[in-house]
């Protein structure tokens, strides 16, 4: 983010806390209406007490407009009757009444100051045209109602010239009013209801804040539960059911703390079998040490018998420590692959070639049978590991002058690689195991068949890496066939 928008930004940071967006929330929700409901209520009281007035007065000034025509006011400004009723009006809504006639001349001011002047204003001439109108001014705070003077003619007084029911214009009656009262009673109410308003805001921020804590509690439940798992992994999966959220949250959270677990299992294991492996050559190098060194006058043949002993130890501990390096490099990453182009039928010759003088101290036949020419895209130094301890595997368990059948084959995506074996076979239940590290099927037997447990995990990450897959058939007595199936590009994730 830029410079300027960070420092804009930055004093928002609380509102990235799930409780301060909760608060403003709930304080936002009770706190717009309210307000918009007090402006309105104000502003309307004012208009509608406005009409109201106006109204009224409007209807009172109707009547005295006929009692004008009707006391002939407008020519004789001394009726005692309609001045009385004139300044009952003007003192009842404090305002000032003034009558013009039709030459627009002022015939009664209420406030007797320009009683026989002459007025020219639009709304009186406006008003001898027979309109009747207002209007509010709102600063000054009045209210102007021109009421026109109209005669209707009667029956009696009707001529050719001017038929019964002809409107006659006399003059007109302008009014101001004062809304004095209705802005009091208007204020009266908006410092009320401001009072009220300033109770529902702090009632709201009370409201927000304990409604706001209460519902980030499950998610607090959540920080808790997570941080009391700090060491090991428990079997009790941890649960807070208050909210899907929460529930989904803490799915995701015992799935990983299961998949640790398996790891943390299986690294223990591994470590303790590692330690086991490893100390069992040493164990056997320090018996025999021990022995020798504890008898005297000891011929130099054991001397040589137990050194070439404890020579074979040691080899057993270098190949273990060998496998256990092949082992993690290829655990770290698929990236030290060195994928390059590999005839795989070429390769498996070499590999058979190299082996071939362990196969013949059994007297083992061992058979290559090519289906097609297949050539790979691939990590040649891991097929190699790959056909070394499938093949070694195959002479190793099998007897003597029996047979190890290596058949290549491929199709469009893959290509396999079978190793058969004549061997006494792998029983079923054992079948799962054999790709586990250390995993021998017989330790009893296997311990006369040099090795470390470790070959077909090697195998078998040497495969994956490949994004292949490794399977075994198996039947006792009569041998085992260990299939690989490997892309043939290399294709990464
Ligand atoms: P190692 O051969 O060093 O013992 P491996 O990981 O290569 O370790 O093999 C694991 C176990 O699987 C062996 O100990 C052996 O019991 C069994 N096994 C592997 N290959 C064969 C085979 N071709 N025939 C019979 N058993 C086998």
Redesign the pocket.
């Known amino acids: 983010m830029r410079e300027p928008l960070k420092k804009i930004f930055l004093p928002l940071r609380w509102l990235r806390s799930l409780r301060a967006r909760l608060f403003v929330i709930i304080f936002l929700v009770g706190f717009i209406p309210s307000s918009i409901m007090r402006y309105a209520t104000v502003a309307s009281y004012e208009d509608r007490g406005i009409e109201v007035r106006r109204t009224d007065v409007q209807n009172q000034l109707k009547i005295i407009a006929d009692h004008l025509i009707k006391y002939n006011y407008l020519r004789d400004n001394s009726s005692e009757v309609v001045n009385a009723e004139l300044n009952q009006i003007a003192n009842l809504y404090d305002g000032r009444i003034l009558v013009i006639n039709g030459a627009l001349r002022v015939i009664k001011d209420t406030y007797q100051l320009i009683e026989g002047k002459t007025i020219v204003s639009e709304h009186v001439i406006r008003g001898l045209r027979g309109v009747s109108h207002s209007n509010y001014d709102r600063v000054n705070r009045y209210i102007k109602i021109v009421t026109p003077i109209i005669e209707t003619v009667s029956a009696s007084n009707a001529t050719p010239e001017i038929p019964e029911g002809t409107e006659i214009f006399h003059g007109v009656i302008l009014t101001s009013v004062s809304s004095d009262s209705i802005n009091t009673t208007r204020e009266i109410l908006s410092r009320k209801s401001a009072i009220v308003e300033t109770i529902i805001f702090f009632l709201l921020i009370a409201i927000a804040l304990i409604g706001a804590n209460l519902l980030v509690i499950p998610f607090d439940r959540v920080t808790r539960a997570i941080s009391q798992v700090k060491e090991g992994f428990d079997d009790e999966p941890i649960n807070v059911t208050d909210y899907t959220e929460t529930e989904h949250i803490l799915d995701a959270f015992n799935q990983l703390l299961k998949r640790m677990k398996v790891i943390d299992d299986s690294r223990n294991e591994f470590v303790s079998n590692v330690s086991h492996e490893l100390k069992t050559p040493i164990t056997s190098m320090k018996v025999l040490a021990e022995s020798l060194v504890n008898q005297n006058d000891v011929p130099e043949e054991i001397y040589r018998e137990f050194l070439v002993d404890i020579a074979a130890e040691i080899e057993r501990e270098d190949k273990i420590i060998n496998d256990l390096l092949t082992l993690v490099k290829m655990d770290k990453s698929a990236a030290l692959l060195n994928i390059g182009i590999v005839d795989i039928n070429a390769l498996t010759e070499i590999v058979l070639k190299r082996l071939r003088p362990i196969a013949r101290k059994k007297d083992i036949e061992l058979v290559l049978e090519s289906k097609r020419e297949v050539v790979a895209v691939a990590d040649e130094v891991k097929i190699s590991l790959i056909l070394t301890?499938l093949i070694e595997?195959?002479i190793?368990?099998n007897k003597e002058h029996g047979m190890v059948t290596v058949t290549i084959n491929a199709d469009h995506q893959f290509f396999t690689i079978d190793v058969s074996?004549t061997?006494?076979?792998?029983a079923e239940d054992y079948l799962d195991h054999?790709f586990e590290r250390f995993?021998?099927?017989?330790k009893s037997h296997?311990r006369e068949i040099a090795?470390?447990?470790?070959?077909?995990?090697i195998t078998k990450n040497a495969v994956m890496l490949h994004m292949g897959t490794i399977n075994v058939t198996s039947a006792i007595g009569e041998g085992?066939t260990?299939t690989v199936k490997i892309p043939l590009n290399y294709i990464t994730k």
């Open positions: 301890n595997n195959a190793k368990y074996d061997g006494d076979g792998i054999i995993y021998r099927v017989d296997s090795g470390t447990g470790l070959g077909l995990a085992t260990f």
